[in-house]
C-alpha cells in the first residue's frame, strides 16, 4: 500500500502555544488531503479537506483560524493548531487522496497532541 | 453519504471466523464499500473494497449481496492480533473520495 509519514508521531505543548503537524505521502501525489482527529475511545471525524493549491474546506463547527491547513504540494500538507487549548489534545490523522475512481485511501500513522 | 450501522463489539475465540456486518441501506449507485481496521494509537489500516458480490484477498473476504444494503467482512481464523476496531465505509468514486466514520465494530478476540 501507499506509505504516508506523519511528524511528529507525538508531540506534548503549553496550552497558547501552536503545533504543527506535518503529512507526507512518499509514493504519491495526494491532490486531496483529508484530516482527521480522534477523541478517546471515539471514532475519526473529519476535520477539513483541502485540494493541492486552494484553500481548505472545513467541517461544520471545526474553527479555520485555529486549525490551519496548507497543501502546497502534492506530497506535503501541514495542519497548525494555532494557541492549543487542553481540549484540543487529540489524535490526529492525515489521508492524502489521489482521486482515482478505485484508488485505495490510506491513512497517516497518526499524531498524538496532548496540551497541557 | 450513505449512513452505516455496525454491531458495537464483538467477541471470539482464536482460531474461529468472525464475521461483522454492515447495513448501508440508502448507499449510492456508485459508491463501492470500503473496510478499514484500527488498532489504538494507529490510523485506520485499509482491508479490502468492493462493490458487489465477493471479494477475497489475503487477509478477508467482503461479501455484498445483489441489493448491496449490507455487506459483511469476513476474518478467517481471527489471532489475537486481529483484536481492533473495523469500520465500515461507503466510498464514493471519482476524484472527491470523502471518507466519513461511523463508530465502527470494537472486536475482541481471546485466548
Known amino acids: 500500500g501507499a506509505v504516508v509519514s506523519q511528524h511528529p508521531s507525538r508531540v506534548i505543548c503549553k496550552s497558547g502555544t501552536s503545533v504543527k503537524i506535518e503529512c507526507r505521502s512518499l509514493d504519491f501525489q495526494a491532490t486531496t488531503m483529508f484530516w482527521y482527529r480522534q477523541f478517546p475511545k471515539q471514532s475519526l471525524m473529519l476535520m477539513a479537506t483541502s485540494n493541492e493549491g486552494s484553500k481548505a474546506t472545513y467541517e461544520q463547527g471545526v474553527e479555520k483560524d485555529k486549525f490551519l491547513i496548507n497543501h502546497a504540494s502534492l506530497t506535503l500538507s501541514t495542519l497548525t493548531v494555532t494557541s492549543a487549548h487542553p481540549e484540543d489534545s487529540s489524535f490526529y490523522i492525515c489521508s492524502p487522496a489521489s482521486g482515482g475512481e478505485t484508488d485505495t485511501q490510506y491513512f497517516g500513522p497518526g499524531t498524538r497532541l496532548t496540551v497541557l | 453519504l450513505a449512513k452505516t450501522t455496525q454491531p458495537i463489539s464483538m467477541d471470539s475465540y482464536e482460531g474461529q471466523e468472525v464475521n461483522i456486518t454492515c447495513s448501508h441501506n440508502?448507499?449510492?449507485?456508485?459508491?463501492?464499500i470500503t473496510w478499514y481496521q484500527q488498532f489504538p494509537s494507529q490510523g485506520p489500516r485499509f482491508i479490502i473494497q468492493?462493490?458487489?458480490t465477493k471479494v477475497t484477498n489475503e487477509v478477508a473476504s467482503l461479501f455484498i449481496p445483489a441489493d448491496r444494503k449490507s455487506s459483511t467482512l469476513s476474518l478467517p481464523r481471527v489471532s489475537l492480533s486481529d483484536t481492533a476496531v473495523y469500520y465500515c465505509l461507503p466510498r464514493g468514486s471519482g476524484g472527491y473520495n470523502k471518507l466519513i466514520f461511523g463508530a465502527g465494530t470494537r472486536l475482541a478476540v481471546h485466548p
Open positions: 468492493g462493490y458487489k
Open positions: 440508502n448507499i449510492a449507485t456508485n459508491d463501492y
